[in-house]
């Protein structure tokens, strides 16, 4: 749950590798010194007259909106009564009418009063000058708004009468009140929010006012069990819960002037501080001691059951009317799996509608921020998020709310990694996508052929609580940014990772959507959780990009291209967990997020198989019981096979798009 707070900046296109590409001779070139500083010196007067003619725009700041906009604050009433604080933001240019633009957020709209305006971000940094009416809103119960708050708010398919609300009727009443009372509005809004605003944005276009022209909802939530934010595969995402609640969960006296304390946790060593931590029922015990209500209620749910069905936001995404553009981020570590899922359901719940998908090399909202041209020490050769901004959402909102002709998206405009490139597709997944598995097999080998009678059925290792595997080579106090493409060579070194690997590729492999992990397995305790991680090995000779100031040495370097958690006790169904029982082989199966990804010739392909990811994920006992009130003494070793026969085969199935040998 990214909480909006930081300047917003970005741009993007492609590139090309040593690997693919051969490097210059290395054979010095030797220039008289006199004319290097004369062409140093023609290319610094090129470079002023250059700028001279055209100066760098003007940028955004909080002067810039006063002088262009007027700043307005309302509370408008919902059909049950309860009031919702709204900023608007119009601009002085009153010649022509404007669009409205809105967001409503759980986040605040500091500052609060109309004679004071923000260091502006998101929507108003970036598209202040193409002149919007910008309207921002504290959705119920928070901050300035009336009502009660409710997390990921459960949507009410059926409605009787005024008190029947959700996040779809506010969204619905606050558009009609826009459109009828905001002077020289055009009759037009446009619904969008990243994080929980990108929850709020797909929830609101559920049974869309008819003057929602177009909706944006970006890396936004669909399930918190499932796999968003708190919870993969029932799998607990144990420093990102504690980091949000812990500030997001505290009560504020006055919200529209106070602002959450950071939680101090005396350490930037997070695998410390969770291990010393102990069991989950400790973080109330020791810290938050029942100030944060939710976490509370979060640890009285430890499966699948109707409080968590009933924040599946995925069934209700229907009667969608509005052009729709879902974005996210391939390495978006906490909304990932709902961009996915939400582009999908509302293609198959809403046929003909506009719904379109992008996907770019992001961390969570990096589209908004930052370049895009980088992340940790993997580069992508292009300012990616700047050519989002240009090339894809602005004329996606100047179509859908200003009637600009120009409007050449695909069905999905997706970033490729590995070639980094942009790629359009009519469809997405690609039709030419075919499935084929890796398969494990003896000697830490990986190959797309099945295996046969090996001498050796399985691998094991030994897994214990008390010395997870970290989840990162560093140390950190929270969920990193940059794990989700981290270099796993310290994992790989590790007694307790299993390690299969290609031989070295002959020719690129492209894969492009999702992957399923197929494991057969045993285990001698009655629980346990199962990771598995594809990773892009470079090449030996891998060169260190000019941007890695760190001298991080990348031959060898095993990038992460993708990786999930399955807790094991939900292998045959979320609602119903059940234990393993101790030495029989049993399947479990799930599926990690899509990627798409290259890996380049000369390059090699690896799974790393474990049982604990620390502390991304909370340590499972390996012992069944309810997780979030087990004891010290639930914690146990286990020993853990990986089985590799023709009858049961581990293996790792991706979608290819180029041939695969």
């Given at each position: 749950m990214w909480l909006p707070g930081a300047s917003f900046k970005s741009i993007a296109f492609t590139r090309s590798r040593r690997d693919k590409f051969p490097m210059p001779s290395t054979e010095p070139i030797r220039f008289h010194l006199t004319a290097c500083w004369l062409i140093a010196l023609f290319a610094a007067g090129a470079r002023a007259q250059t700028n001279q003619a055209n100066p760098k725009p003007e940028e955004v700041t909080e002067a810039y909106l006063r002088e262009h906009y007027t700043k307005f604050e309302y509370k408008i009433p919902m059909r049950d009564g309860v009031k919702l604080f709204t900023a608007v933001y119009a601009p002085k240019d009153d010649t022509h009418p404007y669009p409205l633009l809105l967001t409503r957020?759980?986040?605040?709209?500091?500052?609060?009063?109309?004679?004071?305006?923000?260091?502006?971000?998101?929507?108003?940094?970036?598209?202040?000058?193409?002149?919007?009416?910008?309207?921002?809103?504290?959705?119920?119960?928070?901050?300035?708004?009336?009502?009660?708050?409710?997390?990921?708010?459960?949507?009410?398919?059926?409605?009787?009468?005024?008190?029947?609300?959700?996040?779809?009727?506010?969204?619905?009443?606050?558009?009609?009140?826009?459109?009828?009372?905001?002077?020289?509005?055009?009759?037009?809004?446009?619904?969008?929010?990243?994080?929980?605003?990108?929850?709020?944005?797909?929830?609101?276009?559920?049974?869309?006012?008819?003057?929602?022209?177009?909706?944006?909802?970006?890396?936004?939530?669909?399930?918190?069990?499932?796999?968003?934010?708190?919870?993969?595969?029932?799998?607990?995402?144990?420093?990102?819960?504690?980091?949000?609640?812990?500030?997001?969960?505290?009560?504020?006296?006055?919200?529209?002037?106070?602002?959450?304390?950071?939680?101090d946790y005396k350490t930037p060593d997070g695998y410390q501080f969770y291990l010393k931590l102990g069991p989950l029922a400790n973080a109330d015990k020791l810290y938050f001691k029942g100030k944060i209500e939710f976490w509370n209620e979060f640890m009285e749910h430890g499966s699948y059951d109707e409080f968590w069905q009933a924040r599946n936001l995925r069934p209700h995404l229907k009667n969608i009317k509005t052009a729709v553009m879902t974005v996210g981020g391939w390495y978006d570590a906490e909304d990932l799996f709902g961009p996915l899922q939400i582009y999908h359901e509302v293609e198959r719940n809403n046929p003909g509608i506009f719904n379109v998908l992008v996907v770019g090399p992001w961390p969570h909202g990096g589209w908004s921020r930052g370049e895009g041209d980088k992340l940790g020490?993997?580069?992508?050769?292009?300012?990616?998020?700047?050519?989002?901004?240009?090339?894809?959402?602005?004329?996606?909102?100047?179509?859908?709310?200003?009637?600009?002709?120009?409007?050449?998206?695909?069905?999905?405009?997706?970033?490729?990694?590995?070639?980094?490139?942009?790629?359009?597709?009519?469809?997405?997944?690609?039709?030419?996508?075919?499935?084929?598995?890796?398969?494990?097999?003896?000697?830490?080998?990986?190959?797309?052929?099945?295996?046969?009678?090996?001498?050796?059925?399985?691998?094991?290792?030994?897994?214990?609580?008390?010395?997870?595997?970290?989840?990162?080579?560093?140390?950190?106090?929270?969920?990193?940014?940059?794990?989700?493409?981290?270099?796993?060579r310290f994992a790989a070194s590790r007694p307790d990772v299993l390690v299969y690997q290609t031989d070295v590729l002959e020719?690129?492999?492209?894969?492009?959507?999702?992957?399923?992990?197929?494991?057969?397995?045993?285990?001698?305790?009655?629980?346990?959780?199962?990771?598995?991680?594809?990773?892009?090995?470079?090449?030996?000779?891998?060169?260190?990009?000019?941007?890695?100031?760190?001298?991080?040495?990348?031959?060898?370097?095993?990038?992460?291209?993708?990786?999930?958690?399955?807790?094991?006790?939900f292998r045959n169904s979320f609602t119903k967990p059940e234990p393993f029982e101790p030495g029989k082989v049993t399947k479990v199966e799930w599926v990690l997020p899509d990627a798409y990804h290259t890996f380049r010739r000369g390059h090699r392909i690896m799974v790393q198989v474990q049982s604990s990811w620390f502390p991304l994920v909370d340590r499972n006992p390996q012992k069944f019981c309810d997780i979030y009130h087990a004891r010290e003494e639930d914690f146990q070793k286990a020993t853990q096979r990986i089985y590799r026969l023709p009858q049961a085969s581990s293996q790792v199935r991706v979608q290819v798009l180029g041939p695969a040998k």
């Open positions: 957020t759980p986040y605040s709209l500091k500052p609060y009063t109309e004679d004071r305006y923000p260091d502006p971000g998101a929507q108003l940094k970036h598209y202040a000058k193409e002149k919007f009416i910008f309207v921002l809103q504290d959705v119920r119960g928070r901050n300035g708004s009336e009502g009660e708050f409710v997390h990921m708010r459960p949507h009410k398919p059926s409605k009787t009468g005024p008190r029947d609300i959700d996040e779809s009727t506010d969204a619905y009443d606050t558009i009609d009140w826009l459109v009828k009372n905001v002077p020289n509005n055009n009759g037009k809004a446009g619904l969008m929010g990243i994080s929980y605003p990108g929850f709020y944005t797909a929830a609101g276009m559920i049974d869309s006012h008819p003057a929602l022209k177009c909706a944006s909802p970006q890396a936004p939530i669909a399930d918190w069990f499932i796999g968003d934010d708190f919870h993969h595969n029932g799998a607990f995402y144990l420093p990102h819960a504690f980091g949000f609640f812990s500030s997001f969960g505290q009560k504020l006296e006055e919200p529209t002037r106070e602002a959450a304390k950071p939680f020490h993997v580069d992508f050769y292009s300012k990616t998020a700047e050519f989002y901004r240009e090339n894809i959402e602005l004329p996606f909102l100047k179509h859908f709310l200003k009637d600009d002709a120009k409007l050449d998206l695909p069905e999905a405009y997706v970033f490729e990694t590995g070639t980094d490139q942009w790629r359009r597709y009519d469809s997405w997944p690609p039709k030419n996508a075919r499935e084929k598995a890796l398969y494990f097999h003896d000697g830490g080998r990986l190959s797309f052929e099945p295996p046969g009678n090996d001498a050796g059925a399985f691998d094991e290792y030994i897994s214990d609580p008390a010395k997870p595997v970290p989840f990162i080579p560093n140390i950190a106090i929270g969920m990193t940014r940059e794990h989700m493409l981290d270099d796993q020719e690129d492999v492209t894969i492009a959507g999702p992957i399923e992990a197929r494991l057969q397995v045993d285990t001698t305790g009655t629980d346990a959780d199962w990771v598995v991680k594809l990773i892009d090995v470079y090449s030996g000779d891998y060169p260190i990009p000019a941007t890695n100031t760190a001298g991080v040495q990348m031959g060898g370097y095993q990038q992460l291209v993708r990786g999930e958690v399955m807790r094991g006790k």
